[in-house]
Each structure stands twice: as C-alpha cells, then as structure tokens.
T-cell receptor
Framework: DAGVIQSPRHEVTEMGQEVTLRCKPI?????LFWYRQTMMRGLELLIY????????DSGMPEDRFSAKMPNASFSTLKIQPSEPRDSAVYFC??????????????FGQGTRLTVV | KQEVTQIPAALSVPEGENLVLNCSFT??????LQWFRQDPGKGLTSLLLIQSSQREQTSGRLNASLDKSSGRSTLYIAASQPGDSATYLCAVRGGSYIPTFGRGTSLIVHP
C-alpha cells in the first residue's frame, strides 16, 4: 500500500483565499484524523472521523474550517477564508478497522500551508 | 482530558551514547502508546507500538517500555548515531480513540 497520501505537499495562498487540503487514507482503514502542527502548539487534533462520520470536531479552530469525508477513501479539510495564522503543517492520519490495542496510526507526509 | 508530557524537550549528545527519552501521560486508561520519529520538514514515521497489555517492544537499537499504572513510557536508543537526529514524539490512544501527542524531544547526535 502507498500509505496515507496527502495533497498538495505545499500550498502558498493569499489571505482571504479558500484552501482545500486532501487526504487519501490507507485502504481498509476506518478511522481518519486531521492534525495541525505548529512550533508554538505542537500537534493538535482538528477532527476525527470513524466510518466516514465526524466523531469529534472540537479541535476545529472556528467556522472558517470545515472537513468532509464523502467516502472511505477520501477526505478534505477546507479553510475559507484563510488567514496568516493558519500557516502550519496539516497532517492526515488513518488507523485500521477496530479500535483495539493493536491499531497503529499511520501518517501522511503533511501539507505545508503558508498564508501571506 | 489526556495530557502527554515529554522530557527532555531537547537533547544533544555525542555519537555512541545510550539515550533515554521519557513520555508521561495523565490518564492510565489507554489502549496503546506509539513512538514516532519526525525529521525536519517531514512526516511522522512510526517506530514502535506498545499495546496496553505489553511491557515493552524492541526494534533494532530501539526499546520502548510502558508502565501504564504510573503513566510512563521510555524510549531507549542504544549506541546513538548521527542518523538518529530527529524529533521523537509519543502518542497515547485512550478511551476517546484519538492519539494524543506530546510536544516531542528534539535529539541531535553529533559525530
């Protein structure tokens, strides 16, 4: 398997523009997580999906952020409008079916977002 | 709410030293604990996964232990090499099923 695939790898956009980040989880994985990483705050969970359903979105900063998972093989994180403080690396992760002790989390390579 | 702390935040050592990185967590009701490595500008690479019923896991020069009752895990790196330089993160997965991360330990191994 190719692992968790994120696109784009880098995104530079102007303040106020809409940004869409994409994630393809590992086939067969039923849990998907979006994280944001900054120097100040480390890795923060934004939203967690299980079987394509959002379970916990308490980490989504504000209404400018939205996430969808229309099917088991695709998820998007959208920021509209973007602001300079959204600049960060955004990671997507997936875990296998089941929520037991042997469910290892696999991460994508991340999308480095810069809002100018 | 689960909180994960990693000590030290940064470490610089000469090549060949044996190292211990620490991870502590506040809620001992966990499913597993996972150690990751992150190189600058890169994603997270899984190193070791310890299930809640296990005491330790080994992979090559890496050994991770888990003491669930005291809320602690250690990552032991034997005979460190410059290629081990990276940030090491631990993540705990508990009742919420969400991996919760520490801030990481930034390791530099100099020749």
């Amino acid at each position: 398997d190719a692992g968790v695939i994120q696109s784009p790898r880098h995104e530079v956009t102007e303040m106020g523009q809409e940004v869409t980040l994409r994630c393809k989880p590992i086939s067969g994985h039923n849990s998907l997580f979006w994280y944001r990483q900054t120097m100040m705050r480390g890795l923060e969970l934004l939203i967690y999906f299980n079987n394509n359903v959002p379970i916990d979105d308490s980490g989504m900063p504000e209404d400018r952020f939205s996430a969808k998972m229309p099917n088991a093989s695709f998820s998007t994180l959208k920021i509209q409008p973007s602001e300079p403080r959204d600049s960060a690396v955004y990671f997507c992760a997936s875990t296998p079916r089941g929520l037991g002790a042997n469910t290892e989390a696999f991460f994508g390579q991340g999308t480095r977002l810069t809002v100018v | 709410k689960q909180e994960v702390t990693q000590i030290p935040a940064a470490l610089s050592v000469p090549e060949g030293e044996n190292l211990v990185l620490n991870c502590s967590f506040t809620d001992s009701a966990i499913y597993n604990l996972q150690w990751f490595r992150q190189d600058p500008g890169k994603g997270l690479t899984s190193l070791l996964l310890i299930q809640s019923s296990q005491r330790e896991q080994t992979s090559g020069r890496l050994n991770a232990s888990l003491d669930k009752s005291s809320g602690r895990s250690t990552l032991y790196i034997a005979a460190s090499q410059p290629g081990d330089s990276a940030t090491y993160l631990c993540a705990v997965r508990g009742g919420s099923y969400i991996p919760t991360f520490g801030r990481g330990t930034s390791l530099i191994v100099h020749p």
